[in-house]
């Protein structure tokens, strides 16, 4: 079964795409790419892999360089013991770019992949010329105000919390991870079926793996860091696009007023938290308006 997931024979269901991976600040980032034009990078979140995008990257990549990046702690990328702050992580892809050979790139950020889209933005200006953050803000001091109990919430973000506790997790759910993400994935989809078995065989494939389970712990551990690194940052002065459920645009709008004078918000509809695999002929069209 694992074969038949495997990035090998899942880039044999996007043709014109190929994988590959490259050494950079110290890991090894699996990424997936195709198309010409413009370099478009696109960075998911948890629990996902670059496979969040397969609906997107053929259209996408019809006009630009489209490259999917497994980021450090994810699917076929390095799952180190550390470096997990998005400012780190952001070098991660300042290094990765520079190795392809782009000197500035567009970079769009579902869920997590939205925090480190925005750290890179931040803290590597030169390289970015337009920044898109899917649904999710970066960690700010308002993640300190979210209630211990789930009063008045549709649904209650408790995984920030359990992805927290240290060696815990990945003792429960080694081999068994499915069982998170099908909560995860249902409770945070109108249309379940957005996200399929197989695409959910997909996930699992990698998060079954306890260093993985301890690497995208990672990324929500070291959220404090995030928050004290958030406090630092300056203005974007590039155009940013907020693309998101309703909910999603929200926090997005809240988040980025300190930061930009340019964004453009694009609620998605009929779509939840996965707003990708939900509604991909919206977010295509409103990512190519965005960057024309």
Request: proline share 6%; net charge negative; with cysteine.
């Amino acid at each position: 079964m694992s074969q038949l997931v495997s990035d090998e024979e899942l880039v044999k269901l996007l043709p014109g795409f190929s994988n590959h991976y490259v050494e950079v600040n110290g890991i090894t980032l699996h990424y997936v790419e195709s198309g010409k034009g413009e370099p478009l990078v696109l960075l998911p979140g948890w629990p996902q892999t670059w496979w969040a995008y397969h609906k997107l990257m053929p259209a996408l990549s019809e006009k630009y360089h489209v490259i999917a990046v497994d980021i450090r702690g994810m699917g076929s990328s390095s799952t180190p013991e550390g470096g997990y702050d998005k400012k780190n992580m952001a070098k991660d892809l300042s290094d990765l770019i520079k190795v392809i050979g782009y000197s500035k790139i567009t970079v769009a950020g579902h869920d997590i992949g939205a925090a480190v889209a925005f750290s890179f933005a931040a803290n590597h200006p030169e390289q970015t010329a337009k920044l898109i953050m899917l649904d999710t803000p970066h960690p700010d001091q308002n993640m300190y105000k979210l209630p211990m109990l789930p009063v008045g919430m549709p649904v209650y973000p408790w995984w920030v919390a359990f992805n927290q506790v240290k060696e815990l997790p990945e003792a429960l759910l080694e081999g068994r991870y499915a069982i998170l993400q099908e909560w995860v994935f249902n409770s945070l989809l109108i249309d379940r079926d957005a996200i399929n078995d197989f695409d959910r065989l997909v996930y699992a494939h990698h998060y079954n793996k306890k260093d993985n389970i301890r690497a995208s712990n990672g990324w929500y551990q070291s959220f404090v860091q995030d928050i004290e690194d958030v406090k630092m940052y300056d203005k974007i002065n590039i155009p940013v696009a907020a693309i998101g459920s309703k909910t999603g645009c929200q926090m997005l709008g809240y988040f980025l007023s300190p930061f930009s004078d340019s964004v453009t918000i694009t609620e998605i509809e009929n779509s939840s938290h996965f707003v990708m695999e939900e509604n991909p002929l919206q977010v295509i069209q409103a990512i190519k308006v965005f960057l024309a």
